[in-house]
């Protein structure tokens, strides 16, 4: 009986470990994305490079994710927040301001913006666009 009592402990303890250690891993999202825009598309597809582990070393994860009121107002990021794809919020059918209207100008506007203010060699198209 307490050898099963203990077989049990340690069942639980991996179980809950693994789950917290996946958990922590799934939250962080890929170390390297692929962005490209599928509701949107440009007639010729231009995938964006995107180092995110990278990204995520320099800056808080609110620098780029938010979320959306009922209102249809931004909402500013919280930590453990369920994380949705760009595309979901920003795409010509959401009714977003022109500027943010799809994948392409949402990423334009938070990621070739900030690029531009860091070093004008960064907002070069080549840099995402390989
Ligand atoms: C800092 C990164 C970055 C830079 C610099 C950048 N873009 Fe983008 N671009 C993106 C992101 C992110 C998207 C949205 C995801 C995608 O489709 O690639 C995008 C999308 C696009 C799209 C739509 C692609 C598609 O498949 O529908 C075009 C066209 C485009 N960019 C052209 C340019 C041009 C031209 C330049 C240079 C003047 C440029 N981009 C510079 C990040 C960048
Ligand atoms: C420089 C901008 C930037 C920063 C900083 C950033 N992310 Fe991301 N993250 C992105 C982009 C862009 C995507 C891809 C979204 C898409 O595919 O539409 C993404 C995707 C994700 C995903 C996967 C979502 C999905 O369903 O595909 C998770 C999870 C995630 N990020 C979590 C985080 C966390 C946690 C932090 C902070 C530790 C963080 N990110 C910091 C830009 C960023
Ligand atoms: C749940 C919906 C939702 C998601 C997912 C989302 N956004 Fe937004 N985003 C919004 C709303 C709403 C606004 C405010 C629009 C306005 O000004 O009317 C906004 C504003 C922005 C702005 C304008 C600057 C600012 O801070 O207001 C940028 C740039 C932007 N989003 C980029 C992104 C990028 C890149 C992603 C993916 C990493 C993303 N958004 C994911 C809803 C979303
Ligand atoms: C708040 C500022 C900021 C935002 C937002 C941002 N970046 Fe960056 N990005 C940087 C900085 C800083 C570097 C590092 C440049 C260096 O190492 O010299 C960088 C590096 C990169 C690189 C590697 C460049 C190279 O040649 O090594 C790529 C690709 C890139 N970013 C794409 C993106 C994309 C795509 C987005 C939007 C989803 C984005 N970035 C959003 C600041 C930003």
Known sequence: ???MLFHCA????CVTVGAIGLATA???GPAEIT???TIDP???PKPSLFPHAAHQARMECGVCHHGKGPDGKKI???EGQAIGKCESCHNSGAGMPDKLSTFKN???ALCQDCHRKTKPELAKCNVCHK
């Open 42 to 44: 440009a007639p010729t």
């Open 10 to 13: 340690l069942l639980f303890c």
């Open 106 to 108: 949402a990423g334009h």
């Open 76 to 78: 500013a990021y919280t």
């Open 26 to 28: 799934a939250d962080k």
């Open 35 to 37: 962005l490209q825009s």
């Open 1 to 3: 009986m307490k050898k």
